[in-house]
C-alpha cells in the first residue's frame, strides 16, 4: 500500500512538471493577449486607413497586427518566419511611410538582436525583404547592442534624400542616431541626434513633416521624475534635435490610468491647427499590459497632449488557462515545506549521532559536543538578530562575530587549500608518461601561454595562424567546446532517461531485483 | 519556467518514446551488449582490497538535489556498492550534504543491507548529514576520511570545487578512488586525483552496466538511440549551416532549415 501511493504521488508530481514544460499557460486567445503597443497609421493599398500595431501573446513572440475598421482586429501583417534570420524571434514597432513600405523592428534569430527591417506592399500583403536594412552598430557604438525605434522620413518632391532617425541601444541605454539613404534600403550612419535630457534612456523617436519644418517627439525613460514626453525641432541637415520642450499629458477625467505611464509615441499625423499632431501612444493598464490611444498634440509652448478616453486597441482575450501555472505557487510551497521536514530530519540525525557520542562518552565526544554548542549559539544569534534586524546590541555583535568573525574564515581556510591541492593536483597530471599525458601537458602549456604577454612575444614574428594566442583561441573555443557540447549532450540524454525511470517508478524496484 | 516550443516539446516526446520503447524490449528478452567500463569495474575490485585491509569503504553520492537526475544515478551505484560490501562484511561511510538527499540515502542503504540478509550491518552513525555548505562539508569528509583511513573512496554525482579537496585527500591515504560525475568542470580534478574516472554519460550508465537488470539496460539503448537522433539533428543543421555559408544563403551560421529546427 504504502509502495502504490509512493508511485502515485511520484507519478502525479512528475507529470504535473512535465506539463507544465510542455503546455503554455494559456490555450487560445487573442495574438495580442499580452497587451498592444508600437501602433502606425497606414494606408498601403486599403480604402479605408488602418493602424498596424504590435502585439504579442503571453510568452509569445511579438507580430505587427492589424486594426481595421469593419475587420476583426489582430490578423497578422508581419510575423516572425524561421526563414528570415533578422526577425526570426519576432517583428514589432512599425512605422509606415507612404506609399507601400513598413519600416519595423525585427528581433534576429542571434539572441533577439534588434534591427531595422523592411516589408513592402505587394499584391494585397505585407512582404518583408530577406535581411534588415540597419543592422546594430559596432562594439562601443551608441547603438551596439542593436535598434529599437526607427522614424522614417520619405524625400520630398525633387530631393533624393531618405532619412531615419533610430533609437540605438548601448546596453540599456537608448539615444537617437541619424541615418540617411538615397534609395530607403542602404543606409549610412551620420553623426548621433539627440541623447537623453534627463540621463535616462530614449525609447522612441517619431519625426514629422510641419509646414517647411521637421518636428521630432520623443518619449524618455528619465532617471528622476518626469514628464516623458518631449516635442523638439529638428535640423534638416544634420539630423540633430534642437533643444527639447516638455510635453504635458493630460488623462481623462475618472482614467483607471494611474499613474500614468507612456512607453512610446508615435505621430500618426499632423495638424490641422490648433492640433499640431495627432499621435498613437502606448500607455500601460495598472495590470502591467500595455494598450495603445490616440493623443492630440497642441501647439506650445506649453505643449499638451491629451490622452483619448478610450483605447484604441487594448491588450486581447487572454485565452483559457491550463491552471497547471496558476498552482504552481502551491505545488512549489508544498517541496519547500517536505523540503523543510527533510531539513528537520537531517539535524535530528545529526544530533543522534553526536548526542549518543556525548553520552556514551565515546572517542571524539568533546568535539561532538561542540556541536551543540555551536548549533545553539547560531541559532540563538540568528533568531535574534532576524527577529530585531536594526538592533546593535549583545546579540547581534556575537551574530557578527560568529558568523563574519569564525564561520566564513574558517570556510575560506578551507577554500585556500585548493590552492596547494591545484599545484599537488597539476604536478600529477603535467608528468609526460604516455601519449595521453603528453597531450594534455601540450595542451595545457599552450593554454598557459596563449594568456599571457610572453606567449604573444614568442611567436610574434609567425604568420598570424600560427602564433601561439591564435592556436591558443582555437584549441579552448573550437576543439574544446566540441568536446563539452558532446559530453553535455551525452548528459542531457542519459539525465532525461534517468528522470523517465523515475518517473515511471521503474528505476528502484527494478534495482531490488537484482541478485 | 520556461515552456517548450513545437520542436523541444516534439523531441523531448521521441525520446521518451525511444526510452520506452526500448526498455520494452529488453524486458521481453532481447539481448544487450554494453562495452566495459574500467572504472566500474573497479568497483569491486576496490571492495575486494577493503576488505583485505580491513577498513571502511566511503561513498558520496555527490552535492547535487533530489531535483537532480545525476543523484538517482549515484543512488543506483550506492545500492550497489552497499549490497557488495554487506557480502564482505564491510563498513559503509556515506556523508550527504543535502537533508531532502539524506533521507533516501539512508533508506538507500538500509535497504540494501536488508535485502542482503544483514541488516545488523546498517548503522546510523555511518550515514551521516553534514552540512550543505561545500567548505565545512569537506572539511567533515576529509576529517572523516583521514580518521577512519578509508581503503576506497567513490564520488558519483554532481561536485563542486570540493571534488579536489576530496580526492587530494583520498590520494594522499592511499584510498583506491572512483570518480562519476556530470559536473563537466570537476573532471580534470577527479582525473588528475583518482585512480577511475568516468565522465558525463558514463554515469548514467553505470546502474545498468552493474545490475545488468534489463529494464536499466533497456533504457541505456534507449539514451544511445536518443543521441542518435541528436547526432542526426547536428548533422543536418551542420551541413545546412554549412552550406547556407558557402552559398551565401545564410549568415553567421543561420539556415532557414536551421531556423525550423529551432521553432
Same mark, same amino acid.
Given at each position: 500500500?504504502?509502495?502504490?501511493?509512493?508511485?502515485?504521488?511520484?507519478?502525479?508530481?512528475?507529470?504535473?512538471?512535465?506539463?507544465?514544460?510542455?503546455?503554455?499557460?494559456?490555450?487560445?486567445?487573442?495574438?495580442?493577449?499580452?497587451?498592444?503597443?508600437?501602433?502606425?497609421?497606414?494606408?498601403?493599398?486599403?480604402?479605408?486607413?488602418?493602424?498596424?500595431?504590435?502585439?504579442?501573446?503571453?510568452?509569445?513572440?511579438?507580430?505587427?497586427?492589424?486594426?481595421?475598421?469593419?475587420?476583426?482586429?489582430?490578423?497578422?501583417?508581419?510575423?516572425?518566419?524561421?526563414?528570415?534570420?533578422?526577425?526570426?524571434?519576432?517583428?514589432?514597432?512599425?512605422?509606415?511611410?507612404?506609399?507601400?513600405?513598413?519600416?519595423?523592428?525585427?528581433?534576429?534569430?542571434?539572441?533577439?538582436?534588434?534591427?531595422?527591417?523592411?516589408?513592402?506592399?505587394?499584391?494585397?500583403?505585407?512582404?518583408?525583404?530577406?535581411?534588415?536594412?540597419?543592422?546594430?552598430?559596432?562594439?562601443?557604438?551608441?547603438?551596439?547592442?542593436?535598434?529599437?525605434?526607427?522614424?522614417?522620413?520619405?524625400?520630398?518632391?525633387?530631393?533624393?534624400?531618405?532619412?531615419?532617425?533610430?533609437?540605438?541601444?548601448?546596453? =540599456?541605454? /537608448?539615444?537617437? #542616431?541619424?541615418? $540617411?539613404?538615397?534609395?530607403? +534600403? *542602404?543606409?549610412?550612419?551620420?553623426? &548621433?541626434?539627440?541623447?537623453?535630457?534627463?540621463?535616462?534612456?530614449?525609447?522612441?523617436?517619431?519625426?514629422?513633416?510641419?509646414?517647411?519644418?521637421?518636428?521630432?517627439?520623443?518619449?524618455?525613460?528619465?532617471?528622476?521624475?518626469?514628464?516623458?514626453?518631449?516635442?523638439?525641432?529638428?535640423?534638416?541637415?544634420?539630423?540633430?534635435?534642437?533643444?527639447?520642450?516638455?510635453?504635458?499629458?493630460?488623462?481623462?477625467?475618472?482614467?483607471?490610468?494611474?499613474?500614468?505611464?507612456?512607453?512610446?509615441?508615435?505621430?500618426?499625423?499632423?495638424?490641422?491647427?490648433?492640433?499640431?499632431?495627432?499621435?498613437?501612444?502606448?500607455?500601460?493598464?495598472?495590470?502591467?499590459?500595455?494598450?495603445?490611444?490616440?493623443?492630440?498634440?497642441?501647439?506650445?509652448?506649453?505643449?499638451?497632449?491629451?490622452?483619448?478616453?478610450?483605447?484604441?486597441? =487594448?491588450? /486581447?482575450?487572454? #485565452?483559457?488557462? $491550463?491552471?497547471?501555472?496558476? +498552482? *504552481?505557487?502551491?505545488?512549489?510551497? &508544498?517541496?519547500?515545506?517536505?523540503?523543510?521536514?527533510?531539513?528537520?530530519?537531517?539535524?535530528?540525525?545529526?544530533?543522534?549521532?553526536?548526542?549518543?557520542?556525548?553520552?556514551?562518552?565515546?572517542?571524539?565526544?568533546?568535539?561532538?559536543?561542540?556541536?551543540?554548542?555551536?548549533?545553539?549559539?547560531?541559532?540563538?544569534?540568528?533568531?535574534?538578530?532576524?527577529?530585531?534586524?536594526?538592533?546593535?546590541?549583545?546579540?547581534?555583535r556575537t551574530y557578527q562575530m560568529l558568523f563574519a568573525g569564525l564561520f566564513q574564515p574558517l570556510g575560506s581556510s578551507m577554500f585556500s587549500l585548493l590552492a596547494a591541492y591545484l599545484v599537488s593536483a597539476a604536478y600529477r597530471a603535467f608528468r609526460v608518461r604516455n601519449l595521453e599525458s603528453t597531450l594534455m601537458a601540450a595542451s595545457a602549456a599552450l593554454i598557459m601561454l596563449g594568456q599571457v604577454p610572453i606567449g604573444n612575444l614568442l611567436t610574434q614574428w609567425l604568420p598570424p595562424p600560427v602564433q601561439i594566442p591564435t592556436v591558443m583561441a582555437w584549441v579552448l573555443f573550437v576543439t574544446n567546446n566540441a568536446v563539452v557540447r558532446a559530453v553535455n549532450f551525452g548528459i542531457f540524454v542519459g539525465a532525461m532517461a534517468t528522470a523517465l525511470r523515475v518517473w515511471l517508478s521503474l528505476d528502484r524496484a527494478a534495482l531490488r531485483d537484482v541478485t | 519556467m520556461e515552456h517548450a516550443n513545437w520542436t523541444a516539446a516534439a523531441l523531448i516526446l521521441v525520446l521518451c518514446s525511444a526510452v520506452l520503447l526500448c526498455i520494452r524490449q529488453a524486458r521481453a528478452g532481447r539481448p544487450v551488449f554494453v562495452r566495459r567500463i574500467a572504472g566500474l569495474d573497479a568497483l569491486d575490485d576496490s571492495l575486494g582490497r577493503a576488505t583485505e585491509m580491513g577498513r571502511p569503504i566511503l561513498f558520496s553520492p555527490g552535492f547535487g538535489e533530489l531535483n537532480n537526475m545525476s543523484t538517482f544515478a549515484a543512488l543506483a551505484v550506492l545500492e550497489y556498492a552497499v549490497r557488495r560490501a554487506a557480502r564482505f562484511g564491510l563498513r559503509v561511510l556515506v556523508p550527504v550534504p543535502s537533508a531532502p538527499v539524506f533521507t533516501v540515502v539512508r533508506d538507500t542503504v538500509r535497504d540494501a543491507f536488508a535485502s542482503e540478509g544483514r541488516p545488523e550491518l546498517f548503522a546510523s552513525d555511518d550515514v551521516l548529514f553534514l552540512s550543505g555548505d561545500q567548505n565545512a562539508f569537506a572539511a567533515a569528509v576529509t576529517g572523516m576520511m583521514e580518521r577512519e583511513r578509508v581503503a576506497a573512496a567513490f564520488y558519483f554525482g554532481s561536485y563542486g570545487f570540493e571534488s579536489l579537496l576530496l580526492a587530494e585527500t583520498g590520494q594522499r591515504i592511499g584510498a583506491i578512488q572512483v570518480a562519476a560525475t556530470d559536473s563537466f568542470f570537476q573532471v580534470p580534478f577527479f582525473l588528475t586525483a583518482c585512480d577511475y574516472t568516468i565522465i558525463g554519460e558514463e554515469l548514467y550508465a553505470a546502474g545498468a552496466y552493474l545490475s545488468r537488470e534489463p529494464t536499466l539496460l533497456g533504457s541505456l539503448v534507449g539514451q544511445d538511440v536518443g543521441k542518435a537522433i541528436l547526432a542526426a539533428l547536428l548533422l543536418v543543421g551542420v551541413a545546412s549551416a554549412a552550406y547556407g555559408a558557402l552559398t551565401g544563403a545564410g549568415v553567421d551560421g543561420f539556415h532557414p532549415l536551421v531556423g525550423l529546427l529551432g521553432r
Open positions: 500500500m504504502k509502495r502504490r501511493i509512493i508511485v502515485t504521488v511520484t507519478f502525479l508530481a512528475g507529470l504535473y512538471y512535465f506539463l507544465v514544460f510542455l503546455l503554455p499557460p494559456r490555450i487560445g486567445g487573442a495574438p495580442d493577449s499580452a497587451g498592444a503597443y508600437a501602433a502606425t497609421a497606414a494606408r498601403a493599398g486599403l480604402a479605408e486607413p488602418e493602424v498596424l500595431y504590435s502585439g504579442a501573446r503571453e510568452g509569445g513572440t511579438p507580430r505587427i497586427l492589424r486594426l481595421a475598421p469593419g475587420r476583426r482586429p489582430g490578423a497578422v501583417a508581419v510575423g516572425p518566419s524561421p526563414w528570415r534570420r533578422d526577425d526570426y524571434r519576432g517583428a514589432e514597432r512599425p512605422q509606415w511611410v507612404a506609399p507601400d513600405r513598413l519600416y519595423y523592428i525585427g528581433l534576429g534569430w542571434d539572441d533577439r538582436t534588434p534591427r531595422v527591417c523592411l516589408a513592402r506592399w505587394r499584391d494585397g500583403a505585407w512582404r518583408p525583404e530577406p535581411r534588415a536594412v540597419l543592422d546594430r552598430g559596432e562594439p562601443g557604438t551608441a547603438d551596439s547592442s542593436g535598434v529599437t525605434w526607427v522614424s522614417v522620413l520619405a524625400p520630398t518632391a525633387g530631393e533624393q534624400l531618405w532619412r531615419a532617425w533610430c533609437v540605438g541601444r548601448q546596453g =540599456e541605454t /537608448g539615444r537617437v #542616431g541619424y541615418a $540617411t539613404s538615397t534609395d530607403g +534600403v *542602404r543606409w549610412e550612419r551620420a553623426a &548621433l541626434a539627440a541623447d537623453a535630457p534627463h540621463g535616462g534612456s530614449i525609447e522612441s523617436v517619431s519625426v514629422w513633416r510641419s509646414g517647411g519644418t521637421i518636428t521630432g517627439v520623443i518619449v524618455e525613460r528619465a532617471a528622476a521624475a518626469g514628464t516623458p514626453l518631449a516635442v523638439a525641432a529638428v535640423d534638416g541637415a544634420s539630423g540633430r534635435l534642437g533643444p527639447l520642450s516638455a510635453v504635458h499629458l493630460v488623462a481623462p477625467s475618472g482614467d483607471a490610468l494611474a499613474p500614468l505611464q507612456v512607453l512610446d509615441a508615435r505621430v500618426s499625423e499632423g495638424g490641422p491647427a490648433p492640433v499640431y499632431a495627432t499621435l498613437l501612444v502606448t500607455c500601460t493598464r495598472p495590470d502591467g499590459r500595455r494598450e495603445v490611444r490616440t493623443a492630440t498634440l497642441t501647439l506650445g509652448p506649453p505643449y499638451v497632449a491629451s490622452l483619448a478616453p478610450r483605447p484604441l486597441r =487594448e491588450a /486581447g482575450n487572454r #485565452g483559457r488557462s $491550463t491552471l497547471l501555472n496558476d +498552482v *504552481r505557487g502551491r505545488i512549489d510551497d &508544498l517541496v519547500v515545506v517536505v523540503g523543510a521536514f527533510a531539513v528537520g530530519l537531517g539535524l535530528v540525525s545529526l544530533a543522534q549521532v553526536h548526542g549518543k557520542r556525548v553520552f556514551r562518552r565515546r572517542q571524539g565526544w568533546a568535539e561532538s559536543s561542540v556541536f551543540f554548542v555551536a548549533a545553539a549559539a547560531m541559532a540563538t544569534t540568528t533568531i535574534y538578530t532576524r527577529l530585531r534586524p536594526d538592533a546593535d546590541d549583545w546579540g547581534s | -
